[in-house]
């Protein structure tokens, strides 16, 4: 997760129907290397030979065992297999290997991290086998390499989560952790290696019947690549909802008791299970995804509060807390489970996070649910303000049954599904 929102790849794949478009640069006529810009079904000269030539198509894809080499009009060979493409200068050719993530990477792949990002704060190996490794989350990532000197080039990130849409549960990814090398950050090279890697991980991951949606909260720069590569859409600028730890509401006389728990036990699942009806979509709030983001994270100390009956002990409501997060003097609303209709459960559950927030000298608690949805109208009633931020959420949908509107209107998230906090 990390603090730096994903870049989405573009569509299509290395199967039957690619269409591929072969485009020189003027900048590297003289050295006469070409490179690649995905687009739909042939190789096609952008800007190379006269416009008589252009559109003509120099070679068609056909399976991805086929192993061909073609002459684009500036001279250079361009050679494809599979889903892997190469450049070639003179008769040296270096492919790019473009492939699943595997174990064993761990170490090449915080390289080039600390390449891209450095300055920023690091990734621990530790972080990257919680976030990637753990059996609980399907690692659907896939890498470039150079097969000289076996780095990795780029990396595609993505969290395959267990997702209720429309009381079934599907499987949709989180793009997460995008990088590419900086010597081929300049200029349009950076189209090339990167529309190859995105182009991978469509086609190696996303369907209808597949994982159907990918989402995630990039920077406003890699939203744009994102709608070049991958027809990413804006779902929704990201507004928070703010309020002073001492104006929280408080419950008197109630019969719930509020407790922090370190283990989170098979009754999550029956909560999951009375909230889940409520919503349209959203990940699924499980024992397993919860043990997994919370308690199983090695940076952050999460506090998972549950409300219960005093008496009995059945489990009303669940609410996850940390220090700092959307400010390093603020407390915040990480995740919250509890069904709309329980308004003691979330009045409980919030007075206990404006008593810890204060005992800790932070006077602001923040908390993100989507606009329009039940939460974010029940917490201004409570006393939130709304603030609005420059985060966005993005999406792209495979499944024509479940629209952009479906997902703007009814896909449930909490601070918990950003990667920054």
């Known amino acids: 997760m990390g603090g730096h929102p994903p870049n989405p790849g573009p569509r299509g794949g290395g199967g039957r129907g690619t269409r591929y478009r072969v485009v020189a640069f003027p900048s590297d006529a003289a050295q006469g290397v070409s490179y690649i810009e995905f687009s739909s079904v042939r190789v096609t000269p952008l800007c190379a030979g006269p416009p008589s030539d252009w559109g003509r198509p120099l070679m068609r894809h056909r399976e991805l065992h086929d192993y061909r080499t073609v002459r684009s009009l500036d001279g250079t060979e361009m050679r494809e297999r599979g889903a892997a493409m190469s450049r070639t200068r003179g008769r040296r050719s270096v492919p790019w290997i473009l492939r699943s993530?595997?174990?064993?990477?761990?170490?090449?792949?915080?390289?080039?991290?600390?390449?891209?990002?450095?300055?920023?704060?690091?990734?621990?190996?530790?972080?990257?086998?919680?976030?990637?490794?753990?059996?609980?989350?399907?690692?659907?990532?896939?890498?470039?390499q150079d097969p000289e000197d076996g780095r990795f080039v780029a990396h595609i990130g993505g969290l395959a989560l267990p997702?209720?849409?429309?009381?079934?549960?599907?499987?949709?990814?989180?793009?997460?952790?995008?990088?590419?090398?900086?010597?081929?950050?300049?200029?349009?090279?950076?189209?090339?290696?990167?529309?190859?890697?995105?182009?991978?991980?469509?086609?190696?991951?996303?369907?209808?019947?597949?994982?159907?949606i990918a989402w995630g909260y990039p920077s406003e720069g890699n939203f744009r690549i994102g709608q070049r590569f991958c027809k990413y859409?804006?779902?929704?600028?990201?507004?928070?909802?703010?309020?002073?730890?001492?104006?929280?509401?408080?419950?008197?006389?109630?019969?719930?008791?509020?407790?922090?728990?370190?283990?989170?036990?098979?009754?999550?699942?029956?909560?999951?299970?009375?909230?889940?009806?409520?919503m349209e979509m959203g990940l699924v709030r499980n024992r397993a995804y919860l043990d997994w983001r919370y308690r199983a994270h090695p940076d952050v100390d999460y506090r998972v509060l549950v409300a219960q009956d005093s008496g009995s002990g059945g489990l009303r409501g669940l609410c996850v807390m940390r220090d700092g997060g959307i400010d390093p003097g603020a407390a915040t609303i990480m995740d919250w489970l509890v069904p709309s209709d329980d308004e003691e459960a979330a009045c409980s559950l919030l007075g206990e996070v404006g008593r810890r927030a204060q005992a800790a000298g932070q006077g602001t608690v923040g908390a993100f649910f989507p606009d329009g949805l039940h939460w974010f109208q029940r917490f201004q009633e409570y006393g939130f303000?709304?603030?609005?931020?420059?985060?966005?959420?993005?999406?792209?949908?495979?499944?024509?049954?479940?629209?952009l509107r479906d997902i703007r209107r009814g896909f449930y998230a909490t601070f918990g599904d950003m990667d920054v906090y």
Request: hydrophobic share 40%; charged share 25%.
């Open 163 to 212: 997702t209720w849409c429309r009381g079934e549960v599907r499987t949709t990814t989180q793009s997460v952790d995008n990088m590419l090398a900086p010597r081929l950050q300049q200029g349009l090279k950076r189209i090339g290696v990167f529309a190859l890697a995105v182009n991978h991980w469509v086609d190696s991951w996303f369907g209808a019947e597949r994982d159907f």
């Open 233 to 278: 859409s804006l779902v929704r600028p990201i507004n928070v909802l703010l309020c002073e730890s001492g104006s929280l509401p408080a419950v008197s006389g109630s019969s719930l008791e509020v407790i922090e728990t370190r283990v989170l036990g098979p009754e999550i699942n029956r909560l999951w299970e009375r909230c889940a009806p409520s």
């Open 385 to 403: 303000r709304v603030r609005a931020t420059e985060a966005i959420q993005v999406a792209r949908s495979w499944d024509r049954a479940v629209s």
């Open 101 to 144: 993530v595997q174990r064993g990477d761990d170490d090449g792949l915080l390289e080039l991290y600390s390449e891209v990002f450095s300055g920023e704060s690091a990734r621990s190996a530790a972080h990257w086998r919680w976030k990637y490794l753990d059996p609980r989350v399907a690692n659907h990532s896939c890498v470039a």
